[in-house]
């Protein structure tokens, strides 16, 4: 089946680890997403990436890198720079052109729990 | 830049009740307007849209109208299920072609047999 993959559901880090989220589609979708979903703030956005070796800081980048290697795959590193790093990350893809639908496909999340 | 507020949440109704779920928007253009549905430990999914003025996106049951006049999307369904326990999102599109969305803070629903 089509659709996005995130990994792992949860995970445990220890104040000052760097950890990386992986994301990975198979939809053929050029553009990918990092979100942050807060309880009460709703999903802010992180990084996306709409081809490959090329992606845009969204409102909340610092303390967060990524890369985008290949087409199917958008992972994220949450760095010890990132102050709160405990939240839930939301992964998603989409299209670009071609009808603009504006539709996102989103992966199951992955929840970051810092000891 | 461009902005979604929702009502706050929760909200809590008994099973065939009427919903709305209030959204207000600021944009300098003509974005386009979603309603993203995110069910119990799953990611979210789109649940309807409409892309310009006085468009109404549907879909099980749920409706919303794209109201430029009052810059607002309200989400409503006549009759909620207990199934529709969720939280829910309202998204504005701030590029045309970018889908660089932007969320609402979501609102809790559950619905009560």
């Known amino acids: 089946d089509g659709g996005i993959t995130q990994s792992p559901k949860y995970l445990f880090r220890k104040e000052g680890q760097n950890v990386t989220l992986s994301c990975e589609q198979n939809?053929?979708?050029?553009?990918m997403y990092w979100y942050r979903q807060d309880p009460g703030q709703g999903l802010r956005l992180i990084y996306y990436?709409?081809?490959?070796?090329?992606?845009q800081k969204g409102d909340i980048a610092e303390g967060y890198s990524v890369s985008r290697e290949k087409k199917e795959s958008f992972p994220l590193t949450v760095t010890s720079a990132q102050k709160n790093p405990t939240a839930f990350y939301l992964c998603?893809?989409?299209?670009?052109?071609?009808?603009?639908?504006?539709?996102?496909?989103f992966g199951e999340g992955s929840r970051l729990t810092v000891l | 830049g461009d902005s979604v507020t929702q009502m706050e949440g929760p909200v809590t109704l008994s099973e065939e009740a009427f919903l709305t779920i209030n959204c207000t928007y600021t944009?300098?253009?003509?974005?386009?307007l979603f309603w993203y549905v995110q069910y119990p430990g799953e990611g979210l999914q789109l649940l309807l849209k409409?892309?310009?003025?006085?468009d109404k996106g549907s879909n099980k049951g749920f409706e919303a109208t794209y109201r430029k006049e009052t810059t607002s999307f309200h989400l409503e369904k006549g009759s909620v299920q207990v199934s529709d326990s969720a939280v829910y999102f309202c998204?504005?599109?701030?590029?045309?072609?970018?889908?660089?969305?932007?969320f609402g803070q979501g609102t809790r629903l559950t619905i009560n047999p």
């Open positions: 409409a892309t310009k003025a006085d």
């Open positions: 939809l053929n979708h050029d553009a």
């Open positions: 998603a893809s989409s299209i670009l052109g071609g009808g603009d639908t504006g539709e996102l496909f």
């Open positions: 944009a300098t253009g003509y974005p386009s």
């Open positions: 990436s709409h081809i490959v070796n090329d992606f």
């Open positions: 998204a504005l599109n701030e590029i045309q072609g970018a889908q660089k969305l932007v």
